[in-house]
């Protein structure tokens, strides 16, 4: 049984489509020039910049515009941030998405977890799959929704046969997150909490994706065996 496919969440499509569209508005180019920025130091070191899967957590620029709050104040996202992020960077971040609450799909936002919908699949515009319209449809928390899918599949197979509330307890090692005042108080020093004792019962998301900074698993470069050969320490 087949149970693993790219699998995308309500309004995903929407979102990308809106934002292909202000990215041409600011480069007619098809690789579009950036610049990534971080405000982590070289004391800090790279690895609290670059996480686990080698995914940048920083701003994006084209030219001089902030694509992260561009995004937000559009109403294309909800907020995410992590813990790598200093204080004038998250007050920034929750402007913009004070901005951008009731506009385009972040007025979709919804606390309550909905049930995974497994036909709704990444569906490839290379292969001339046009955008959809998705209406008021609604979705979860994108954290929260990475970790339905997996449980999705592994439920379905019958590897894990708990429900949602039971898989998210799994992972109260690794997913872990600071409230944001405490954050801003406390730094490193604030207390940090399991991502599932934010969804209690896994019914509903208690607190608002602004009230949450998760902590970030840092970078490292590993063989192709998987063996950690080198911890990221230093900027090119």
Not at 1 to 19: D, G, I, K, N, W
Not at 20 to 29: D, G, M, T, V
Not at 149 to 171: S, V
Not at 207 to 227: C, N, R, W, Y
Request: hydrophobic share 40%; proline share 6%.
């Amino acid at each position: 049984m087949q149970v693993v496919f790219e699998y995308r969440q309500a309004q995903a499509e929407t979102a990308t489509a809106r934002l292909a569209a202000q990215l041409k508005k600011l480069s007619n180019k098809p690789a579009i020039p950036c610049t990534f920025v971080t405000l982590v130091d070289d004391q800090a070191g790279p690895a609290d910049a670059v996480d686990k899967y080698g995914r940048f957590v920083g701003d994006i620029f084209v030219g001089t515009k902030n694509i992260n709050h561009l995004i937000l104040e559009q109403g294309l996202a909800v907020v995410a941030m992590y813990n790598s992020l200093q204080n004038d960077e998250i007050r920034d971040y929750l402007t913009a998405a004070a901005a951008g609450k009731n506009k385009g799909i972040a007025r979709r936002y919804s606390k309550a977890v909905i049930g995974f919908d497994p036909v709704s699949v990444f569906r490839d515009p290379k292969k001339g799959a046009q955008a959809v319209n998705e209406g008021s449809a609604r979705y979860i928390l994108p954290k929260l929704y990475r970790r339905q899918t997996t449980w999705f599949a592994y439920h379905k197979l019958g590897k894990f046969p708990k429900d949602l509330e039971a898989f998210l307890h799994t992972k109260d090692g690794s997913d872990r997150l600071y409230e944001i005042n405490d954050f801003l108080d406390n730094g490193s020093a604030a207390i940090q909490k399991p991502f599932s004792q934010s969804v209690p019962g896994g019914a509903q998301v208690t607190p608002k994706p602004g009230d949450m900074i998760f902590v970030e698993a840092p970078g490292a470069l590993f063989s192709k065996q998987g063996t950690e050969v080198k911890k990221i320490t230093s900027w090119p």
